[in-house]
């Protein structure tokens, strides 16, 4: 819930696969940019991490991702770009659906200025 006195995001629509108190790895397309959030398991903690890792996907692993297929995650090429804790994401009511991608716009611009 937003706190009073904000206005309301648009919400994005993403991908998950895995789901443990809330989705483990997502997929979205914000700002032409194709983004994987990930908080995998760690078997150090014996517990998932409180931060999803975040990448820039290849556009190759589009049609994978509109074929329901995960596989690209095995052999893409990946670097993080960052971190954010889950609890500041906010996601639609089923955690399922949607969420406010807006939370990726400073790893768009840093990932813009490192790339020129």
């Known amino acids: 819930m937003k706190p009073e006195g904000q206005f309301m995001t648009k919400m994005t629509s993403f991908q998950y696969v895995e789901f443990y108190d809330v989705p483990r790895c997502i997929a979205l397309l914000y700002r032409n940019r194709l ?25 190759s692993v589009k ?9 690209f995650l095995r052999n893409a090429q990946m670097t993080c770009i960052g971190q954010i804790r889950i609890d500041q994401v906010v996601f639609d ?19 813009e200025q490192r790339s020129k």
Do not use: C
Request: glycine content about 2%; cysteine-free.
């Open 35 to 59: 983004f994987l959030l990930q908080s995998a398991f760690d078997e150090n903690l014996d517990d998932y991490p409180s931060s999803y890792s975040i990448y820039i996907l290849p556009d």
């Open 63 to 71: 049609d994978s991702l509109r074929r329901g297929s995960w596989e």
């Open 93 to 111: 009511p089923s955690k399922r659906k949607e969420l406010d991608a807006s939370i990726l716009d400073s790893f768009v611009v840093d990932h």
